[in-house]
């Protein structure tokens, strides 16, 4: 393990790889631009779920993403002027899309997810994810056909060993005696048991507090602009000054791009997902995911986060108030009456960092053995966040790369 690691980016990826290259001996500082979590990280879902790790291109996506595109309430809106600028982009994404290219992406993110528990475990058992709940996930579809496909592929994921085995098709009946907020439009649906989820701000916190008494040096406010391989060490550059380092991970979301820019090409879009809360009058016990309105409700504390929906417009913090409006439109039919949703707090947007092919880059940077990227892990940073910071811990340390890592290459898509 080299003794001076430095982690650009403080999100939950950036402080798990920190936390697993502590464990194993490193002198780490994490450099953080705002403060940590301060992306995509606080304001998600919460959702800790390996049974539901689809890669984004997925046959379909493209056609149904342009269909909609003309209407801002849409689950997944690119916004018309911006559309050109992603052509380069979208012709990676949809040569990703096809059957045979998605069932690869979708067995290397499972490969991955695998993981994912253990990972956790470790950081549990190290005072870590201390307010975690399993009382599983509620899948909720509008049709019987669509929740009978979502139980099959459910199933799948239990036969390669990412979560038990799900519960049997529910009716309404059977769904609103589990949870009682949901309406007429929940027909049908299961349950997921065990799988995790936690308050992603809680978990944020308890990681940097736990990162600190660990003797890492954690340093919020600080700006990174650029990141050079020189001879005998790393040297990271921004807000006027230079750190030197035997190592650096770039987990900075979807800034890691432009951090890495001189060594490598890392397509990354922010794909912006937004999230509000209501305090209902009665909470649920476990996580819905209203399949088909493509909304996670999730019970935090005395508060249930709605979190959905994904923009493309270029920017990474711009809030658009339509689309709160579009998930509150998307998720109506599925509560009951007496949710208000209009009594909201919390309204909150983040970028996640979207790649054409929906897979993280995870490991070094070809012909820069010192410079490793952790980023790029679209929806699903949250499930992915601990065993990605093992794998690039272990990397970092000297391991051998092992195959399973190989769709992860961050070189990819060329130098």
């Not at 040297?235 to 991970?249: F, L, T």
């Not at 305090?279 to 476990?286: E, G, K, N, T």
């Not at 986060?305 to 493309?312: K, P």
Request: with cysteine; net charge neutral; proline share 7%.
């Amino acid at each position: 393990m080299p003794d001076r690691v430095i982690v650009v980016g403080g999100g939950l990826v950036g402080l798990c790889t920190a936390w697993f290259l502590r464990a194993a001996g490193a002198s780490v500082t994490v450099l953080e631009a705002e403060r940590p979590g301060s992306g995509a990280s606080r304001g998600n879902a919460g959702a800790i779920c390996p049974s539901l790790v689809d890669p984004l291109p997925a046959p379909g996506t493209i056609r149904r993403a342009f269909l909609s595109m003309p209407r801002s309430d849409a689950a997944l809106h690119v916004r018309p002027t911006y559309a050109p600028r992603m052509a380069g982009f979208l012709r990676r994404f949809a040569a990703a899309a096809t059957r045979e290219r998605y069932e690869a992406g979708y067995a290397a993110l499972a490969g991955l997810a695998a993981g994912a528990g253990g990972a956790w475990d470790v950081l549990a058992a190290g005072g870590v994810l201390g307010d975690a709940r399993r009382e599983g996930y509620l899948i909720v579809h509008a049709e019987r056909s669509d929740a009978e496909r979502s139980l099959a592929h459910v199933c799948r994921a239990a036969s390669l060993g990412l979560c038990r085995e799900p519960g049997e098709l529910l009716d309404h009946d059977g769904l609103v005696q589990r949870e009682p907020l949901l309406g007429a439009g929940a027909r049908a649906g299961f349950v997921i048991p065990d799988e995790r989820w936690v308050d992603p701000s809680v978990l944020v916190d308890e990681l940097a507090a736990a990162l600190v008494r660990s003797g890492v040096e954690l340093v919020e406010g600080s700006p990174v602009d650029d990141v050079r391989d020189g001879p005998d060490d790393v040297v990271v550059h921004g807000g006027g000054s230079m750190r030197r380092a035997d190592a650096v991970v770039v987990a900075a979301g979807v800034w890691s791009a432009g951090l890495l820019r001189r060594l490598v090409r890392l397509p990354l879009l922010p794909g912006k997902g937004y999230s509000f809360s209501l305090r209902p009058a009665s909470l649920p016990v476990r996580v819905v995911h209203l399949e088909d309105a493509h909304v996670m409700l999730t019970p935090m504390g005395d508060r249930l986060r709605v979190a959905g929906t994904m923009e493309f417009d270029g920017t990474t913090g711009r809030f658009n108030p339509r689309r709160i409006d579009a998930i509150v439109r998307a998720v109506r039919p599925f509560l009951d009456r007496d949710v208000e949703l209009d009594r909201r707090g919390e309204e909150w947007v983040g970028p996640r960092p979207i790649t054409p092919d929906g897979l993280p880059y995870l490991g070094a940077v070809a012909g820069h053995p010192r410079v490793f990227v952790a980023a790029g892990h679209n929806m699903l940073g949250l499930t992915l966040a601990a065993v990605s910071g093992r794998a690039i811990a272990g990397l970092v340390g000297g391991g051998e790369r092992r195959p399973e890592l190989d769709p992860f290459d961050p070189g990819r898509f060329g130098g």
